[in-house]
Structure formats: C-alpha cells, structure tokens
C-alpha cells in the first residue's frame, strides 16, 4: 500500500490529470465553444440525468467548430433519443453480472481476466455498453486488488490479465506501476493488455514513464485503443504512439461501428490507413451492443456486412478489423461474416 503524504500531494499533479480536470461537464458550454447554438441540435439535458456530459479538452480540439454531425460531437452529445424506450436494449446487455465471479473481476474469456482497474472515464461515450453497470459495486480499493489477484494466483488456466473498467489509465502511473509489479509477480500470467481510450481522448496520458514502464515489463504487452475515426487522431497521437511501439508494446485497436459517425465506407478504410501510419492494428470492428439508450447509434446486421465485404476488397488483409458481436453467455465474441 503506498501512503498519501504530504510530500505527495505537494507534488504537481501529472499534465494529463490538470487536462483531464479541466473537461467539460456542461452541455450550454460545450455547444458555446463549437459556436452551436441549442436549437442547431435536439441535445437534452434530460438524457445527460443518469449519464453526465464529459468531453475532454484535447478531444473537444479534434472537433470541427460549426459543425453539428461532427463524428466526435455526436459521440458525446446526450440525445433526447437516449431516453426512449425500446425493444430488445437492455441495461446489462451482456449479462456481465454473472461473468463478475469476484469483486473487480470478469472471467468470461477462456484464459484472460478482466480486472475492473478503474471504475471511471475520461470521457462518456453515449453508445457506452457499461453506461448502466454496476460500477459503485466494482470499486476497487487497492487492498481489493490483493483478492482479485488471489483469484487469478489459484487459477493457473489464466495467462493473460486484461486492465478495463470504466478506464484503467485513470489509475496514477504509481497506482498503475504496482499493480502491474503484483500482476508481473504471478508465474503463469504471460500477457498483459490494457483495453483504454485514455490516451485517445487525451493523449498526453502516454507519459514517458508509462512508456517505459509497459516496455519494460517481463509480461508480453498491448494496449487496445478504442478509436472510432480519424478526426480522433493528432500529430501527438502520432508521436506518442511511436514511443509506445518503440517501447516494443503492440497496438491494437478496437472501433464499434456508430450509425451516422463512422458507417460509411471511405471512413472505415481512412480510419484503418491513419491507424497503420500511426503504428496501430486495426482488431476489432464491433457491432454496438443493444444498450438502453443507445438504439439510434445502431447499424443493422446487413449493412455492417455490407461494408464489411467492400472493406475486404479494398484495404490489405492486415488492414481489416474483424467484424464481431458480443453476445451475452458466450466465452468469445462471435464473428459476423460476410454471406
Ligand atoms: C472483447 C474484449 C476483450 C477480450 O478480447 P479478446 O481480444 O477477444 O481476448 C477484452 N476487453 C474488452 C473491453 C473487450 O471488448
Ligand atoms: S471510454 Fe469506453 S468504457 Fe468509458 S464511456 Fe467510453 S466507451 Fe464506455
């Protein structure tokens, strides 16, 4: 356990922390500062009740000022849409409840563990599979860490520990390192993944010690970041990344297809293009999970293998994501393949 002292909290906070205190949490300011006004865009305040408004500066950067249908706008602006009922969207989509054998702890995939490291984000993304979940029963202090760890200690079948949440790298890089050093400490785990859109949102996330520190592990490491478009990306991005590959982790990335934000051909193969040049693998294409509030970001089955067969015939093998869905029971995302 490391003990807050005084010299700690004197210390400044780290730069990505600053950014990411500075978010904005407001609808009126956000559409001020892209020069939207209210009536460009049935935004509802209503709909942000239960799942707050949170956009990160750099992100906020990304976006087009003026532009209401920008793809990044859209996926963190509450929609009166969001509190329709309907059919078939549920709130725990993939019955994670019963997956959750532990506290922190999913063990639904054959071999690999979630750890629920962080119970928040840096940014909420309105098409959020986990915008219901139980996260206030998933918070794990460090001494909880301890038992979900045990867990993964008794299990010798798992051999790779995957960081989620909410967002691991909201963890403080020396919360992080401990963790990783306790994960490292457990003979039979030989991989370590961390499942972020941290860096995405806010890229400065990525600190040199983070880099290092991933790079220096005995533990083979990725990180999978979430990327939806290329307006998402930055020559920081770009930079930061470099290192991070450099360091000799693999980046993986994984997007879930969005009605009217990335459903259309030429932006799936520019998202995968910019994604190779910024030394990321396209991995997984995901089909939105059936989460109340989310219908209106769903493409339907047909479509997406539409798409999906035009991507095969345009972009390299290597360049194509696999298209999946998660359906709840199984140990395994189940591929959508193209008839
Ligand atoms: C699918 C998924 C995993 C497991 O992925 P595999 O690559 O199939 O092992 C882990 N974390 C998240 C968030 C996922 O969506
Ligand atoms: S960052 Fe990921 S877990 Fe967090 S709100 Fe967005 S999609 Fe959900």
């Excluded at 559409?31 to 408004?53: C, G, V």
């Excluded at 249908?69 to 725990?92: F, K, M, S």
């Excluded at 370590?192 to 220096?216: C, F, K, Y």
């Excluded at 920081?236 to 259309?264: M, T």
Aim: aromatic share 6%; charged share 25%; net charge neutral.
């Amino acid at each position: 356990m490391r003990i807050i002292t005084r010299t700690d909290a004197s210390i400044e906070p780290e730069d990505w922390r600053r950014i990411l205190s500075s978010s904005i949490r407001d609808l009126n300011e956000l559409l001020e500062r892209l020069n939207l006004s209210p009536e460009d865009l049935p935004a509802q305040q209503r709909a942000a009740l239960d799942f707050p408004i949170l956009v990160p500066e750099p992100f906020l950067q990304q976006m087009t000022i003026g532009d209401p249908n920008d793809p990044l706008l859209l996926q963190v602006l509450p929609r009166a849409a969001e509190t329709e009922l309907v059919n078939g969207y549920i709130t725990d989509p993939l019955a994670e409840k019963h997956a959750n054998v532990n506290r922190g702890i999913i063990h639904k995939y054959h071999g690999r563990v979630l750890l629920l490291a962080a119970s928040g984000c840096a940014v909420n993304c309105r098409y959020c599979f986990r915008r219901h979940f139980a996260y206030e029963d998933n918070r794990i202090s460090r001494e909880e860490w301890k038992e979900a760890l045990d867990y993964v200690r008794q299990n010798k079948s798992i051999t790779e520990v995957i960081l989620s949440g909410g967002d691991p790298l909201m963890l403080r890089d020396s919360a992080l390192f401990e963790l990783i050093v306790e994960i490292e400490n457990i003979p039979h785990v030989k991989r370590l993944r961390i499942h972020s859109r941290l860096p995405v949102v806010i890229p400065q996330r990525l600190t040199a010690e983070l880099i290092r520190r991933l790079g220096d592990s005995r533990l083979s490491t990725s990180v999978v970041m979430h990327i939806n478009h290329p307006s998402e990306l930055s020559e920081l991005h770009r930079d930061r990344f470099k290192e991070l590959r450099l360091a000799g982790v693999l980046i993986l990335n994984q997007a879930v297809l969005l009605r009217n934000i990335n459903d259309k051909l030429i932006v799936l193969s520019d998202l995968s293009e910019l994604l190779f040049e910024f030394n990321v693998v396209p991995y997984y294409l995901h089909l939105l999970d059936p989460v109340k509030g989310a219908h209106h970001f769903d493409v339907p089955e047909h479509e997406a293998q539409q798409l999906y067969r035009e991507l095969l015939a345009r972009l390299p093998g290597y360049l194509v994501p696999k298209l999946v869905r998660e359906l709840s029971g199984k140990a395994n995302k189940s591929p959508i393949c193209p008839p």
